[in-house]
């Protein structure tokens, strides 16, 4: 691969994880349900169920993807809501199997759809993330300032809970 299909990627999985972040207000909460005792509580992830269920949003996806002319395919325009539905759809799926979301098997499998459709992809053509460098920047960093303070949250409560205890 060489270092513009490498930078593509990324940026896709960048953009995925902000799109992540930015659509399901709950996520950030989730990953910090991960203690034992909600854990135990919750039906596990059928990991098998979930790559069944993963694919048939990638068929889905790749059905879309057929209808979108391939010399687009690298115009972020012209996919935009077929990729929105996908990502939706990995979403949904591994909820009803019980499976936290975004999980590393649907990363992996999105990053094995991105390279399917995207690896020709220059940085060049894909000027889709377009939004100002400013923007950018503060779409970056908002989940990851929000992400710092929960991490401080939890601590500062776990530190407090030690000294009521
Ligand atoms: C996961 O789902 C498959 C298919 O529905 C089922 O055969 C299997 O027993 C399940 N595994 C667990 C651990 O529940
Ligand atoms: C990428 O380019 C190669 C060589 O031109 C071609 O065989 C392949 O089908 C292309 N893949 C995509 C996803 O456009
Ligand atoms: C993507 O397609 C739209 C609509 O045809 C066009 O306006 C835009 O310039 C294209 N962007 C790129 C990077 O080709």
Same mark, same amino acid.
């Given at each position: 691969?060489?270092?513009?299909?490498?930078?593509?990627?990324?940026?896709?999985?960048?953009?995925?994880?902000?799109?992540?972040?930015?659509?399901?207000?709950?996520?950030?909460?989730?990953?910090?349900?991960?203690?034992?005792?909600?854990?135990?509580?919750?039906?596990?992830?059928?990991?098998?169920?979930?790559?069944? /269920?993963?694919?048939?949003?990638?068929?889905?996806?790749?059905?879309?993807?057929? +209808?979108?002319?391939?010399?687009?395919?690298?115009?972020?325009?012209?996919?935009?809501?077929?990729?929105?539905?996908?990502?939706?759809?990995?979403?949904?799926?591994? +909820?009803?199997?019980?499976?936290?979301?975004?999980?590393?098997?649907?990363?992996?499998? &999105? &990053? +094995?759809?991105?390279?399917?459709?995207?690896?020709?992809?220059?940085?060049? /053509?894909?000027?889709?993330?377009?939004?100002?460098?400013?923007?950018?920047?503060?779409? &970056?960093?908002?989940?990851?300032?929000?992400?710092?303070?929960?991490?401080?949250?939890?601590?500062?409560?776990?530190?407090?809970?030690?000294?009521?205890?």
């Amino acid at each position: 691969m060489d270092t513009n299909e490498f930078v593509v990627l990324k940026l896709l999985f960048l953009a995925f994880l902000v799109n992540t972040w930015m659509m399901s207000g709950t996520s950030a909460s989730d990953t910090f349900n991960l203690e034992p005792t909600i854990t135990w509580q919750r039906r596990l992830c059928n990991e098998s169920r979930l790559r069944w /269920e993963v694919e048939v949003c990638g068929e889905d996806f790749k059905k879309d993807m057929a +209808h979108v002319d391939p010399e687009q395919w690298c115009n972020l325009t012209y996919f935009m809501s077929e990729y929105h539905l996908f990502t939706l759809c990995t979403e949904t799926k591994s +909820h009803s199997v019980d499976c936290y979301w975004p999980n590393p098997l649907v990363e992996s499998y &999105i &990053i +094995h759809i991105h390279k399917h459709f995207f690896s020709n992809c220059t940085v060049e /053509e894909v000027i889709w993330m377009d939004p100002p460098d400013d923007t950018l920047t503060v779409l &970056i960093l908002v989940p990851v300032f929000l992400t710092l303070a929960m991490i401080a949250l939890v601590v500062w409560c776990s530190k407090r809970s030690d000294l009521l205890a």
